[in-house]
């Protein structure tokens, strides 16, 4: 695990930037429950329903098994932070030495706000002496230090465990309001279907039987109409929404904005002017 960079929480105490656990993918998908603790910048994360942002100094959970984007604000050019992913194998591991009764969690949000307490700050400076040299950690180390932070995030957070050891499926939900809410999300099919507990082939037969369509042809639509109303009255700049309409690059986008209203996206702007 490389270590980027060395930053300042406060003027008496620096941490070095660091990563602990198996990667994760940058898709728009949240597979495995981690812990972010933000040391430099901003950050602002969104799932669908709503907005969460993060300042120098704050952390949080975020949630296996949802859709999210992020926003990087760099603080005089730097965006440093420390992210410690919580996998499934590990904490079915941590479960059968540290034996936990849970309920089913009472919130859809993808981001859960932590307490904040000296504990967690104190915690991150102990990873420091482990990446001196090469700024590697030794797996086993990497694996005492996340149970050590997992056991002060749930002695300092009342209800916590019954978020991160739910190991569940998504259950078969409302797909239509589903998908009216997280359309913007550049995710692959499988993902759709997968949320709202459904096979792919199910998904596509359900989405046809709702929206009249294939689930590529409502999305590309829905994402287009959003974009024009945008420009028309909102006066947006097109590459500043782009990504956040769920398209990869902005050739893409501005090739099906004019196939589908035969104008492009500038030239919508520059009407509504």
């Known amino acids: 695990m490389q270590v980027p960079s060395i930053a300042s929480i406060n003027k008496a105490t620096t941490i070095t930037s660091c990563y ?4 994760i993918s940058p898709e728009q998908f949240i597979p495995e429950h981690f812990f972010l603790y933000l040391i430099k910048g901003k950050m602002e994360g969104y799932d669908g329903y709503r907005k969460a942002t ?19 604000l760099r603080d005089e050019g730097a965006f440093e932070k420390v992210v410690v992913i919580f996998d499934q194998a590990f904490l079915r591991g941590f479960l059968e030495k540290h034996p936990v009764s849970t309920t089913r969690p009472d919130t859809n949000k993808a981001f859960i706000p932590l307490h904040q307490t000296n504990k967690v700050p104190a915690f991150l400076q102990t990873l420091m002496p482990y990446y001196q040299g090469e700024g590697k950690m030794d797996e086993t180390v990497s694996q005492i230090k996340r149970e050590e932070l997992l056991q002060i ?3 300092t957070n009342p209800g916590l465990d019954n978020i991160l050891f739910d190991f569940g499926q998504p259950e078969k939900i409302d797909l239509e309001a589903f998908m009216n809410h997280h359309y913007k999300f550049n995710v692959r099919l499988e993902r759709f279907a997968y949320l709202t507990g459904r096979s792919l082939s199910t998904f596509k037969r359900d989405f046809h039987a709702i929206f009249r369509t294939t689930p590529s042809q409502w999305l590309l639509q829905k994402r287009l109409q959003e974009a024009y109303f945008l420009l ?3 006066h ?13 690059n902005f050739s893409h986008f501005s090739f099906a904005f004019k196939k589908h209203f035969h104008k492009t996206p500038g030239e919508v702007a520059a009407a509504s002017r």
Do not use: T
């Open 232 to 234: 028309q009255r909102e």
């Open 153 to 155: 995030l749930l002695e």
């Open 20 to 23: 602990l656990g198996p990667a």
């Open 54 to 72: 993060l300042q120098p100094g704050e952390y949080c959970i975020a949630r296996r098994n949802h859709l999210a984007r992020y926003s990087k």
């Open 236 to 248: 947006r700049k097109a590459s500043d929404i782009y990504l956040d309409l769920g398209f990869e």
